[in-house]
């Protein structure tokens, strides 16, 4: 931080930083709060720990796992499932909302569906996909694709339009060919629009991939956690939550690092 | 005598809506003279603009024609708004017409960022849009005109969208740089003063369907900048005039 520059900006400063430790503090705060509430209660019987499992037994069951070589592979199959669902439906998303942008009476006639592919819950079709794809990672990488496509294609044409209706007049003065005024401005106004697409479905893809491993699959972090519920593991399933919501959190984390770089 | 630069014979214009037709611009005879500066006052709504993109070529005329002098007559249009693009550097968004049109050339680049130099805005070169001013991104957006090297600038209400003094010095220097670079203008304006600051003569339209009402030449010489003109005491009775014109 800069130095201050007088006794009032100084002070100023000083409070500036005093507020952003007290939110850290009260963050880390919260957490240990909440794990040692946790902790407690199971060890004085307030419940039973069998049916809420407690951070220590968590902690047990993710060693258990490593030691045994299990939660490489459970992490290592679902991540792949996911960045996999996530880079193809981000992809595919961007391409077809390309095609939709140079085709506007193709956007027209295919508006409705597109409102109606965004509205209904993906989910829906992982019957469909087992029975069309198979019961295998196949299937469950389709879920993930599925569930970040559409939103991707409606957030980035969106964007894509938006940066038409302001500068076309501009471009046409100019002379440009669409394949410029597409290259020039809608591309490079995109990108901000492309990396909230990005924010969106990578929290997407992880929801499409943990319900396909609900449905059908030998390994993985969805995988642990119905198993888990069916042979009541508790621990199990807690402690398969607990690592997904740290992959998913580095995951994001990843995604507005990338978007940082890229503004700037 | 100064040759004529570009004639608009007899033009009509309709627009085709849902509920009809709306007939914009009626029999339209109106030349910009070699050098000259054309202003069009009118009352909002009336069509000024679309004479703009008819000229430009960004609409056909319903009856009637546009000619012009030469055919290889090049032409630069100035919008309301500076339309700068966030992601380019200043000198990126003055190169921008060159790029469209394939005629960046090591010497179109050094006479574009000359004109920066001229006119105050070199220190400005790899600043973003964002990190200036209204008044100098609607230079920048001039000076994106200018590095075409038209022959016919056609400005649409290029100062309406910034405040009253930034738009009196922008105004001032605008027409400096027009009348340095020798170019030909045509300024559509709803502001009579801007008009009679700015113009050799002015083109007073009806309310809509334009029509021309009539032309009024204004004699103050070429060279004399707008702020000036404000100051002469003719300046008021050519308001008068446009005033009276425009009124139903």
């Known amino acids: ?264 | 005598m100064q040759s004529e630069l570009m004639k608009l014979e007899n033009v009509s214009l309709a627009y085709h809506t849902l509920a009809g037709e709306t007939v914009a611009i009626q029999n339209l005879n109106l030349s910009v003279l070699d050098g000259e500066f054309l202003a069009i006052v009118g009352p909002s709504g009336c069509g000024k603009t679309t004479v703009l993109s008819l000229i430009m070529g960004l609409m056909r005329p319903t009856s009637g024609s546009v000619r012009f002098s030469g055919k290889d007559l090049r032409l630069g249009y100035m919008l309301q708004r500076d339309h700068l693009l966030d992601h380019r550097t200043v000198e990126k968004n003055v190169l921008l017409g060159l790029e469209v049109q394939h005629r960046l050339t090591e010497q179109s680049k050094a006479r574009a960022f000359e004109l920066l130099d001229t006119y105050g805005l070199g220190d400005f070169r790899t600043y973003k849009p964002q990190q200036l001013s209204g008044g100098m991104r609607q230079k920048v957006a001039l000076i994106r005109t200018l590095a075409l090297e038209p022959d016919l600038l056609l400005l649409d209400e290029p100062f309406s969208a910034l405040d009253y003094q930034t738009r009196l010095n922008l105004c001032d220097e605008v027409c400096r740089i027009i009348r340095s670079e020798g170019k030909s203008a045509v300024l559509v304006t709803h502001d009579i003063s801007e008009a009679i600051s700015t113009a050799d003569r002015v083109a007073v339209f009806s309310a809509r369907p334009a029509t021309l009402k009539t032309v009024i030449e204004i004699g103050f010489p070429k060279d004399m900048p707008p702020l000036e003109r404000r100051s002469q005491a003719a300046f008021h009775d050519y308001f008068d005039r446009i005033w009276k014109e425009l009124q139903p």
Not at chain 1, 82 to 93: A, E, I, M, N
């Open chain 1, 1 to 264: 931080m800069k130095n201050a520059v007088s006794e009032a900006h100084a002070k100023y400063l000083r409070r500036i930083r005093r507020d952003a430790r007290t939110v850290v503090l009260s963050r880390v705060a919260v957490l240990l709060g909440f794990l040692s509430l946790w902790e407690l209660g199971a060890d004085l019987g307030w419940f039973d720990p069998f049916i809420l499992s407690s951070p220590s037994r968590v902690l047990k069951t993710i060693v258990r796992l490593y030691a045994d070589g299990a939660l490489w592979l459970h992490i290592g199959t679902t991540l792949l499932e996911t960045v996999l669902g996530f880079l193809l439906g981000t992809l595919l998303g961007a391409l077809i909302a390309v095609l939709l942008w140079w085709m506007p009476k193709l956007n027209r006639i295919l508006d409705p569906y597109l409102v109606v592919l965004n509205a209904l819950p993906k989910i829906a079709l992982g019957p469909v996909l087992i029975v069309w794809i198979g019961a295998g990672t196949a299937s469950i990488v389709v879920m993930g694709v599925l569930v970040s496509l559409v939103v991707t294609t409606v957030t980035v044409l969106n964007g894509f339009l938006a940066a038409t209706d302001e500068k076309q007049l501009l471009m046409r003065t100019l002379g440009a060919t669409k394949l410029q005024i597409f290259t020039k401005v809608v591309l490079p106004a995109g990108v901000p629009d492309l990396i909230s697409a990005l924010k969106i479905s990578v929290g997407m893809s992880w929801v499409g991939v943990i319900v396909g491993e609900y449905l059908v699959s030998k390994a993985g972090l969805g995988y642990l956690i119905v198993y888990g519920g069916q042979v009541f593991k508790l621990d199990l399933v807690m402690a398969s939550v607990t690592v997904l919501c740290i992959l998913a959190a580095l995951m994001y984390y990843a995604v507005a690092f990338l978007e940082k770089k890229v503004r700037t």
